[in-house]
């Protein structure tokens, strides 16, 4: 055998301390060698004999640091070059293909630095080492190295350049290390840019408990900030962003904080813990709407996250009177921080310092600020626990770029995801590359940044794709940024039937590529006959998709108008039963006479097959949320409201299955109708849903042949359902695949595209 052996290590091998890893191993094993970045991952030259070389790979493996991924290990014999002992090279360029890690939140050594009154990084806001901090925020270009981040701007000090170069070090090649001598600045200012007073993070602090809007600069953008516990200060912020209902997250000091407000499970508390810090939705505890008033009014959960940052850390610090070490991390706190997104009017998080002065003027009071640019927008994930696994209702900071391994190679595909809570996806190889949550394509803003998103995903991962997958609506952004897209550069297109889309996401995550029975249930999707659908009964096979039934239709009197008005639905359900003569008297209102006269004239009325608009119908009849303030609120509230009756038994009688594969739930509304406890009804209209969904699928397993579903699109984002339908099929010896690592709602539909085109 040769004396020499050449390895290759491919997956996220840069940035996570894979470098210092393989020269401290080589020394405990005796080898003598070298090791350098390049495009394409880690290469480690090493001589030194057969058994070392075995130790050393299987070592390799075992050890590698904690935020790095192997994905492959490839060794060859070598030509020997008699090195003398082990060196880390320098980085070789060259054509990508690899991939750099998402951010990660402060490790614990850091944190007990960042508290040491005696070190040279006490209360250090950007402290940072190879096991922790921003990656995909902060990366330009790979390899990865210092120059290709939003650091090159900050040249290394003499102390942290002996720390940079030592390979022993945990900060050896941490590309954003620095320190207070040679790192970024903070600075607090008021509305006119003038800095205010003192040290920054208590002059900011200072502002929240007066009952002020701060606007933090975090790793992928800002958040706005408050006192979650003064409810004028979160009143005043929901005033100012225009947001009315929606929930807003907070951030607190640890689990013993949260526990406090809302049920934290082992598997959610790991998951707040994980490295990539997403919100958590939490079951509320009695009293947390008292305590949080006006946070997440009328919702049964609430979003909660810890600190991730170094400058989190430090407002809770300073509340805390700044005691040295991390003792007091472990203790309840009383500090809660309001947390949302800096972005007026539905448009992209705010990333600049001079976007956020000019962007948040008259929302935000003060600004902490920083002079480290934020290269890539990424807002939060949020997560929630499906079974006790981990499920993301929006996929970003912490989770992008991380690679979904995917069922077989295939060309590389460009797809642009959906209109709402757009993602584009990018595949290289067997791997598919889902972008940050881009957002609702409502706004010109927004769709700047699917444009810019595309771009960066396209340089940071090398990949010029051979085709572009959209959605077969025409009129949607996206479908019309993919279109221009590939006109531009000569490609083939895919359009890409939605529902068919949202189970193709799960086949894909699942690693499956045989035929799946697919039930998507969602509130809108164009359907391959043009109609809208979103209650749907598939059998999908690759790129194929055969539509096997669907929810009985309803009608949208007024259109669109429908979908945020629930009581318009409520009044269809009414006319549907041939109690049309009872809209007006059960919505007293100027449209409900117009709306009565539409449906009985069939006019202004397309008929649906959508779910979500069901849900919203039984919401509107329950008296739950006549008018919806955000997309998805009635479901929402339905589902709290449930949540209080959980042992209602399904209606027997409560749906039908007719001959053409249509599933009627209409059979089953008069006896909520005559149920006098709300709660009652909502939760025995979500039992009766999810028994009708499983018998509906039993069927088609037994005409198929096909013994597992995928389950796909935002209404199984409902808990109840999920959990019930589930438990309904595991009965039948029937496969259920969820979504995970990407949302079951259109954040994950790119990712279906994507894979749809690549079988294709």
Same mark, same amino acid.
């Given at each position: 055998?040769?004396?020499?052996?050449?390895?290759?290590?491919?997956?996220?091998?840069?940035?996570?301390?894979?470098?210092?890893?393989?020269?401290?191993?080589?020394?405990?094993?005796?080898?003598?060698?070298?090791?350098?970045?390049?495009?394409?991952?880690?290469?480690i030259h090493l001589e030194g004999g057969d058994d070392r070389f075995d130790a050393f790979i299987e070592r390799l493996r075992r050890e590698a640091p904690p935020l790095s991924r192997i994905d492959g290990i490839e060794a060859h014999p070598a030509a020997f070059d008699d090195c003398a002992g082990f060196a880390v090279l320098d980085s070789e360029a060259g054509r990508v293909a690899t991939a750099i890690g998402p951010?990660?939140?402060?490790?614990?050594?850091?944190?007990?630095?960042?508290?040491?009154?005696?070190?040279?990084? =006490?209360?250090?806001?950007?402290?940072?080492?190879?096991?922790?901090?921003?990656?995909?925020?902060?990366?330009?270009?790979?390899?990865?190295?210092?120059?290709?981040?939003?650091?090159?701007?900050?040249?290394?000090?003499?102390?942290?350049?002996?720390?940079?170069?030592?390979?022993?070090?945990?900060?050896?090649?941490?590309?954003?290390?620095?320190?207070?001598?040679?790192?970024?600045?903070?600075? $607090?200012?008021?509305?006119?840019?003038?800095?205010?007073?003192?040290?920054?993070?208590?002059?900011?602090?200072?502002?929240?408990?007066?009952?002020?809007?701060?606007?933090?600069?975090?790793?992928?953008?800002?958040?706005? $900030?408050?006192?979650?516990?003064?409810?004028?200060?979160?009143?005043?912020?929901?005033?100012?962003?225009?947001?009315?209902?929606?929930?807003?997250?907070?951030?607190?000091?640890?689990?013993?904080?949260?526990?406090?407000?809302?049920?934290?499970?082992?598997?959610?508390?790991?998951?707040?813990?994980?490295?990539?810090?997403?919100?958590?939705?939490?079951?509320?505890?009695?009293?947390?709407?008292?305590?949080?008033?006006?946070?997440?009014?009328?919702?049964?959960?609430?979003?909660?996250?810890?600190?991730?940052?170094?400058?989190? =850390?430090?407002?809770?610090?300073?509340?805390?009177?700044?005691?040295?070490?991390?003792? =007091? @991390?472990?203790?309840?706190?009383?500090?809660? +921080?309001?947390?949302t997104s800096a972005n007026p009017g539905g448009e992209p998080i705010v990333r600049d310092d001079a976007e956020a002065l000019a962007r948040l003027a008259g929302i935000a009071d003060a600004w902490l600020l920083h002079d480290r640019d934020v290269v890539s927008r990424c807002d939060d994930s949020v997560v929630r626990l499906s079974g006790g696994a981990v499920q993301a209702i929006r996929r970003s900071r912490g989770?992008?770029?991380?690679?979904?391994?995917?069922?077989?190679?295939?060309?590389?595909?460009?797809?642009?995801?959906?209109?709402?809570?757009?993602?584009? $996806?990018?595949?290289?190889?067997?791997?598919?590359?889902?972008?940050?949550?881009?957002?609702?394509?409502?706004?010109?803003?927004?769709?700047?940044?699917?444009?810019? @998103?595309?771009?960066?995903?396209?340089?940071?991962?090398?990949?010029?794709?051979?085709?572009?997958?959209?959605?077969?609506?025409?009129?949607?952004?996206?479908?019309?940024?993919?279109?221009?897209?590939?006109?531009?550069?000569?490609?083939? @297109?895919?359009?890409?039937?939605?529902?068919?889309?949202?189970?193709?996401?799960?086949?894909?995550?699942?690693?499956?590529?045989?035929?799946? +029975?697919?039930?998507?249930?969602?509130?809108?999707?164009?359907?391959?006959?043009?109609?809208? =659908?979103?209650?749907?009964?598939?059998?999908?096979?690759?790129?194929? $998709?055969?539509?096997?039934?669907?929810?009985?239709?309803?009608?949208?009197?007024?259109?669109?108008?429908?979908?945020?008005?629930?009581?318009?639905?409520?009044?269809?359900?009414?006319?549907?039963?041939?109690?049309?003569?009872?809209?007006?008297?059960?919505?007293?209102?100027?449209?409900?006479?117009?709306?009565?006269?539409?449906?009985?004239?069939?006019?202004?009325?397309?008929?649906?097959?959508?779910?979500?608009?069901?849900?919203?119908?039984?919401?509107?009849?329950?008296?739950?949320?006549?008018?919806?303030?955000?997309?998805?609120?009635?479901?929402?509230?339905?589902?709290?409201?449930?949540?209080?009756?959980?042992?209602?038994?399904?209606?027997?009688?409560?749906?039908?299955?007719?001959?053409?594969?249509?599933?009627?739930?209409?059979?089953?509304?008069?006896?909520?109708?005559?149920?006098?406890?709300?709660?009652?009804?909502?939760?025995?209209?979500?039992?009766?849903?999810?028994?009708?969904?499983?018998?509906?699928?039993?069927?088609?397993?037994?005409?198929?042949?096909?013994?597992?579903?995928?389950?796909?699109?935002?209404?199984?984002?409902?808990?109840?359902?999920?959990?019930?339908?589930?438990?309904?099929?595991?009965?039948?010896?029937?496969?259920?695949?969820?979504?995970?690592?990407?949302?079951p709602n259109d954040g994950g539909l790119s990712l279906g595209q994507a894979w749809v085109a690549c079988r294709r």
């Amino acid at each position: 055998m040769s004396p020499a052996r050449s390895v290759r290590v491919t997956g996220v091998v840069q940035g996570v301390g894979f470098r210092p890893f393989v020269w401290r191993l080589a020394q405990d094993i005796g080898l003598r060698g070298w090791v350098r970045n390049d495009a394409a991952g880690v290469d480690i030259h090493l001589e030194g004999g057969d058994d070392r070389f075995d130790a050393f790979i299987e070592r390799l493996r075992r050890e590698a640091p904690p935020l790095s991924r192997i994905d492959g290990i490839e060794a060859h014999p070598a030509a020997f070059d008699d090195c003398a002992g082990f060196a880390v090279l320098d980085s070789e360029a060259g054509r990508v293909a690899t991939a750099i890690g998402p951010d990660a939140a402060i490790c614990p050594d850091c944190l007990a630095e960042m508290f040491d009154p005696a070190g040279r990084r =006490w209360r250090h806001a950007f402290i940072t080492c190879t096991h922790c901090g921003p990656r995909y925020t902060v990366t330009r270009a790979l390899p990865y190295d210092r120059p290709q981040t939003s650091l090159a701007g900050f040249p290394l000090c003499p102390a942290c350049e002996r720390e940079y170069r030592d390979p022993a070090d945990r900060r050896f090649h941490a590309e954003t290390t620095c320190c207070p001598d040679c790192g970024p600045r903070l600075r $607090c200012v008021d509305a006119a840019g003038d800095a205010l007073a003192g040290d920054p993070v208590a002059a900011a602090l200072g502002e929240i408990r007066r009952g002020r809007i701060v606007a933090v600069k975090g790793l992928g953008g800002f958040h706005l $900030c408050c006192d979650a516990n003064d409810a004028e200060a979160v009143a005043r912020l929901r005033a100012r962003k225009h947001r009315e209902e929606k929930p807003f997250a907070v951030m607190l000091a640890n689990v013993d904080s949260i526990a406090a407000h809302a049920e934290v499970s082992a598997a959610e508390q790991a998951a707040l813990e994980s490295r990539e810090r997403p919100i958590v939705l939490l079951r509320k505890r009695a009293g947390a709407d008292d305590a949080f008033s006006g946070v997440a009014p009328g919702i049964a959960w609430i979003g909660a996250m810890l600190p991730y940052t170094p400058l989190h =850390w430090l407002l809770f610090h300073e509340g805390c009177g700044r005691p040295a070490g991390t003792d =007091w @991390t472990l203790r309840g706190h009383p500090l809660a +921080l309001v947390m949302t997104s800096a972005n007026p009017g539905g448009e992209p998080i705010v990333r600049d310092d001079a976007e956020a002065l000019a962007r948040l003027a008259g929302i935000a009071d003060a600004w902490l600020l920083h002079d480290r640019d934020v290269v890539s927008r990424c807002d939060d994930s949020v997560v929630r626990l499906s079974g006790g696994a981990v499920q993301a209702i929006r996929r970003s900071r912490g989770f992008v770029p991380r690679a979904i391994r995917l069922p077989a190679a295939g060309p590389s595909v460009l797809a642009f995801g959906a209109h709402l809570k757009n993602t584009v $996806c990018v595949t290289r190889g067997g791997e598919a590359f889902v972008s940050q949550h881009v957002g609702d394509l409502d706004n010109a803003a927004t769709c700047d940044m699917l444009d810019e @998103t595309v771009g960066r995903l396209l340089r940071l991962l090398d990949v010029e794709p051979e085709a572009v997958a959209h959605d077969l609506h025409p009129d949607y952004r996206a479908t019309q940024a993919a279109l221009a897209f590939a006109q531009e550069r000569g490609l083939p @297109t895919f359009a890409v039937q939605h529902h068919h889309a949202h189970i193709a996401a799960v086949a894909a995550e699942r690693g499956r590529d045989e035929p799946l +029975l697919g039930l998507a249930l969602d509130g809108v999707g164009f359907g391959a006959d043009g109609g809208i =659908w979103g209650g749907e009964l598939l059998r999908v096979d690759g790129m194929r $998709c055969e539509r096997l039934g669907h929810l009985r239709e309803l009608p949208l009197p007024g259109g669109d108008r429908a979908a945020r008005e629930p009581w318009r639905m409520a009044a269809a359900l009414l006319h549907a039963l041939g109690r049309g003569d009872e809209i007006e008297r059960r919505f007293p209102g100027p449209a409900a006479g117009a709306v009565r006269e539409m449906l009985a004239r069939g006019i202004q009325s397309p008929p649906t097959s959508s779910c979500g608009r069901w849900f919203d119908a039984v919401a509107g009849l329950l008296g739950v949320k006549p008018v919806a303030a955000f997309e998805g609120q009635a479901a929402m509230l339905l589902e709290g409201l449930a949540e209080r009756a959980p042992d209602a038994a399904p209606d027997p009688d409560g749906y039908a299955i007719g001959g053409d594969g249509t599933l009627d739930l209409l059979r089953g509304i008069p006896a909520l109708l005559a149920e006098p406890d709300a709660a009652m009804a909502a939760a025995r209209f979500h039992a009766t849903l999810a028994a009708g969904l499983a018998e509906w699928l039993r069927r088609a397993s037994e005409a198929t042949g096909v013994r597992a579903v995928a389950l796909g699109g935002g209404c199984f984002m409902n808990r109840i359902l999920s959990h019930r339908l589930e438990q309904a099929l595991a009965t039948s010896g029937i496969e259920v695949l969820q979504a995970g690592a990407v949302p079951p709602n259109d954040g994950g539909l790119s990712l279906g595209q994507a894979w749809v085109a690549c079988r294709r």
